[in-house]
C-alpha cells in the first residue's frame, strides 16, 4: 500500500476486523464487543450497525436497545443486557448536589417522574408540562431538564430509566439493573477494550474510556488482566486474543459518523491525515461519516433526504467510485448517489 507502512497495514488490518468493519456479527455482538455506540445524533448508531451487522433489524434495536450515558459523559446505544456493565462502571448509585438540587430533593421528583411515564406520559416535553402542573420551582425545574444532563441523567445512571433508540427523546422505566463493583465492572471494560479495539496504547484506552492511566494500570495489575504487546514505532501497544498477519487493508471501507474507528484512539494519525483532520473532526468533537481509501480518510458522506452525496478530498478512480457506490447501496438500497468534485 502506497500510504501505509508495514506495520501499519499490520495494525490497521487486525483492527478493522475487531472492529466489525470487515467481517461483519450479530448486532448484539457488535455493541457489546464495541462497548455500546455513540449516538449524539440518533442516525450515527444505525448507520455503524449497517455497516458492521449481519442481522441488521431496525425494529429489534428500538425493541433490544436503549440509549444512556456512557463514556466520557456522552449518550451511547447499548443492548438492554449490556446496561449493568455501563452503569456499573460508571458508579452513579446514589443522588448528587449537581444541577442546583439538593441530593434529598431528587428523590422524590424522581419518583414522580417515574409516576408519569408510567401513566404514558413519556417525551420529554409531556414530563416539563408534568413538572409545571406540579407546581415545580423555576430552579428546580432547571435541575431536572438542565441540557446537560440533571436529574433525567442521574436518573438513567441510577438505571431507572433511559432513552428510547429514535428521535423522539423519549424515555421508557427500565427493568431492575443489577450493580457490580465499580472497579469489577472498569476493569471488564478495560479488557474488552483491549480485546475489541486492541492493539492500542493505554493513552488511547484513556482516551476513549476517559480513565485515568494510573487507574487503568492499577486495574490491570489488580484484576491480573494479562495483555499482549506490540511494538510499533517505539511505542507499545496491548491487545488480547490473536492477531492477523499478511491481510491486506481493502481498498473502501464506509465509516458512520461518530465511528468506534474514530473514537477509540486518541492517536488518529494512522487513518487521517492530519492536514486534512478538520474535514472529518471539528473543533466542537462532531465527526463526520467517512470513506477510508487505502486506510486513509480520503471522502466524506451525507445523507440528503433521498441522495447520498460523497464528498472526496482527494481525487477518486473510476474503480473506486463504483466500490463507493456499490458500499453505499448495500446501506441505503433505496437511495441514489452522487459524487461531488474532488476537492484537494
Known amino acids: 500500500m502506497e500510504q501505509l507502512h508495514q506495520n501499519e497495514v499490520h495494525w490497521l488490518s487486525n483492527v478493522l476486523k475487531r472492529l466489525y468493519l470487515t467481517d461483519k456479527e450479530t448486532m448484539k455482538q457488535v455493541t457489546a464487543d464495541l462497548l455500546g455506540l455513540q449516538a449524539q445524533f440518533n442516525a450515527n448508531p444505525y448507520y455503524s450497525l449497517k455497516i458492521r451487522s449481519k442481522d441488521y433489524n431496525e425494529i429489534k434495536v428500538v425493541e433490544d436497545y436503549v440509549k444512556t450515558w456512557s463514556f466520557r459523559g456522552t449518550i451511547h446505544l447499548v443492548h438492554k443486557d449490556d446496561l449493568s456493565l455501563h452503569l456499573s462502571a460508571r458508579g452513579h448509585t446514589d443522588w448528587s448536589d449537581y444541577w442546583g438540587m439538593k441530593a434529598t430533593e431528587k428523590q422524590p421528583w424522581a419518583d414522580f ?45 441510577q438505571g431507572l430509566i433511559a432513552y428510547q433508540p429514535t428521535n423522539k427523546k423519549e424515555f421508557i422505566i427500565l427493568d431492575p439493573v443489577t450493580f457490580i463493583d465499580q472497579s469489577e465492572a472498569r476493569a471488564e471494560v478495560i479488557k474488552q477494550y483491549f480485546a475489541t479495539y486492541g492493539p492500542a496504547t493505554l493513552n488511547d484506552c484513556a482516551y476513549f474510556t476517559s480513565y485515568k492511566i494510573t ?28 492477531l492477523l498477519s499478511g491481510v491486506e487493508v481493502p481498498e473502501i471501507i464506509l465509516l458512520a459518523g461518530f465511528d468506534p474507528l474514530i473514537l477509540g484512539y486518541k492517536d488518529k494519525s494512522r487513518f487521517i491525515d492530519e492536514t486534512l483532520r478538520y474535514k472529518y473532526v471539528t473543533n466542537t468533537g462532531i465527526i463526520f461519516p467517512g470513506i477510508l481509501i487505502n486506510g486513509k480518510l480520503g471522502a466524506r458522506w451525507q445523507k440528503n433526504r433521498n441522495t447520498i452525496v460523497v464528498k472526496p478530498y482527494q481525487k477518486l478512480l473510476v474503480r473506486q467510485k463504483k466500490e463507493i457506490t456499490k458500499q453505499l447501496l448495500t446501506v441505503f438500497p433505496e437511495l441514489s448517489i452522487e459524487f461531488e468534485s474532488s476537492i484537494l
Open 215 to 242: 487507574e487503568i494500570k492499577g486495574l490491570i495489575e489488580k484484576f491480573q488482566i494479562e495483555l499482549n504487546r506490540l511494538e510499533i514505532e517505539k511505542k507499545t501497544y496491548y491487545y488480547l486474543g490473536e
Open 113 to 157: 417522574i417515574l409516576s408519569e411515564i408510567k401513566a404514558g406520559k413519556t417525551t420529554r416535553n409531556q414530563l416539563k408540562e408534568s413538572c409545571l402542573h406540579q407546581n415545580m420551582s423555576e430552579e428546580h425545574f432547571s435541575a431536572v431538564f438542565h441540557g446537560w444532563g440533571g436529574l433525567l441523567q442521574e436518573m438513567c445512571l
